[in-house]
């Protein structure tokens, strides 16, 4: 089974930036449909950004132009880059990555991803 570790949230001030990495161990990120959640607390968990095997990418309306998911698929590495931080992004951020091979709709639905991460804090003061 696919395990997903995070890594790279931090503290910083608003304005600055970030960047989230997520490894992919016991599979291959290609052929699969894979994501970026965050969850602020006590709120929902919320889809961040999504990147199909091919390189297409969806934005939540948020997150357009601020943030960036690309991924390397030889180092089965998922990556968010997070700019001009604002202190409402502040949450727990999770990537996600659905089964294999994925031939379903392209969407931030939690739903059609199968395997989590534990999350990576991000606090923007």
């Known amino acids: 089974h696919a395990q997903l570790v995070e890594s790279g949230g931090g503290s910083v001030q608003a304005g600055g930036s970030l960047t989230l990495a997520c490894d992919l161990n016991?599979?291959?990120?290609?052929?699969?449909?894979l994501a970026w959640f965050r969850q602020a607390p006590g709120k929902e968990r919320e889809g961040v950004a999504c990147?199909?095997?091919?390189?297409?990418?969806v934005y939540e309306d948020s997150a357009k132009g601020r943030l960036t998911i690309s991924k390397e698929n030889g180092k089965n590495t998922l990556y968010l880059q997070l700019n001009s931080l604002k202190p409402e992004d502040t949450a727990m951020y999770y990537c996600?990555?659905?089964?294999?091979?994925?031939?379903?709709?392209?969407?931030?639905?939690?739903?059609?991803?199968?395997?989590w991460g534990q999350g990576t804090q991000v606090t923007v003061s």
């Open positions: 990147i199909t095997s091919a390189g297409t990418t």
């Open positions: 016991g599979g291959s990120m290609s052929g699969r449909l």
């Open positions: 996600a990555a659905s089964h294999y091979p994925y031939g379903g709709v392209i969407a931030l639905t939690a739903t059609l991803y199968r395997y």
